[in-house]
């Protein structure tokens, strides 16, 4: 048998240089990513036992509080460590992570890489993203990440995930992007999810996704359970604007435009005499909203929005979403066959529970 052939001269040196990179995004980003747990006063289903004997057994105090969390600093104050990850954006203590990492907690307990603790508050969350922003008091001055331009991935680049994934600090994996623009994952209200293979596990949440520039891309935020090697992070260009309203405001405010709308079956395409199946049909108008006003109507199929192509129902509700409040913009329409052009003054959207509508 033939001896294998000989790898190529010039591989050793892309391969060293590969490698490289990825040491250099590790050293550079990892004092920038924090461990995330959360604190709850006086909340707990259970008082934790009396001291006595029973209590001063190990094995019976890790078993409570594996089941009941640990019981630290003052007296009705009981800690959920290592909820997952979070990443430092502003030196003055601004950190992004996950909303279902804070979700629930009276305070959030942030472990720098140093293995220094600060407590933290929530400045503000946004659970139709799945994003949080936490703040602390720094001691000292803090290791910031850089982010990047989400916009320009593109399909096959190297992406690297840190985080702490089952508690274990600090963790660094790599694969590629493997898709952008994932909808109807069923996470979060606003999808347009980055999905990567490197590897994203429980304690991830909330950690960067970065390139090879080092610059973060993405926020990791949920894995598919019965798949391998399928995670989703959101879109860092979607949140700096959901994170600069958090900042600013403590809250997001969004553009509203009024409709419930589906997707365009190619029977309805072919009704409406369109081509094709982009774009969103207005299944319905709500009374008082902007598109009443405007005069949309049930069966419109909405093809444009401020000038932006549509290209389905999940993108015509980020366009929207995404649109200053008060703006008003040009909507390109189909109505029985005939293209018009229809002014439309965006609204705020509304509070929970009155009408859900984009």
């Known amino acids: ?71 630290q600093g003052p007296r009705g104050e009981f800690r959920q460590p290592s909820l997952g990850s979070g990443v430092i954006i502003d030196k003055r203590g601004f950190i992004l992570t996950n909303f279902h990492v804070v979700k629930g907690g009276d305070e959030v307990i942030v472990k720098l890489s140093s293995n220094r603790e600060f407590r933290g ?51 660094v994996t790599v694969g590629v992007i493997s898709a952008t623009g994932r909808s109807e994952v069923g996470i979060a209200t606003y999808e347009n999810f980055i999905q990567t293979d490197a590897s994203i596990n429980p304690g991830n949440s909330g950690g960067p996704l970065l390139n090879l520039k080092g610059e973060v891309i993405g926020i990791n935020t949920a894995i598919v359970a019965t798949g391998q090697g399928i995670g989703f992070a959101i879109p860092i260009n979607m949140v700096k604007r959901v994170a600069g309203q958090l900042v600013e405001k403590g809250k997001v405010v969004r553009g509203w435009l009024g409709v419930a709308v589906q997707p365009v079956s190619p029977e309805l395409s072919q009704s409406l005499g369109a081509s094709g199946t982009r774009g969103a049909i207005v299944a319905s108008v709500y009374p008082g909203s902007p598109a009443a006003d405007a005069g949309l109507q049930q069966g419109d199929l909405i093809l444009a929005f401020g000038g932006t192509r549509v290209e ?36 705020e959207t509304p509070a929970e529970g009155t009408a859900k509508a984009r």
């Open 1 to 71: 048998m033939a001896p294998p052939p000989l790898a190529r001269p010039e591989a050793a040196p892309v391969a060293e240089a590969l490698q490289s990179a990825f040491i250099q995004v590790a050293e550079q980003v990892r004092p920038a990513v924090v461990n995330i747990g959360t604190l709850h006063l006086a909340k707990a289903r259970r008082p934790f036992p009396a001291p006595g004997p029973h209590t001063e057994d190990p094995v019976f105090r890790d078993l409570f509080e594996q089941f009941f969390g640990s019981r």
């Open 312 to 347: 389905d129902y999940h993108h015509l509700q980020r366009l929207v979403a995404e649109t200053e409040v008060g703006k008003t913009v040009t909507v390109q329409l189909l109505r029985k066959k005939k293209a018009l052009d229809v002014q439309v003054k965006v609204g």
């Open 121 to 171: 508050r929530t400045v503000g969350t946004d659970p139709k993203t799945d994003l949080a922003v936490v703040k602390i008091q720094p001691e000292a001055e803090l290791t910031v990440a850089r982010l990047g331009d989400s916009e320009r991935l593109r399909v096959g680049e190297w992406a690297i995930a840190i985080g702490n994934p089952f508690g274990l600090d600090q963790t």
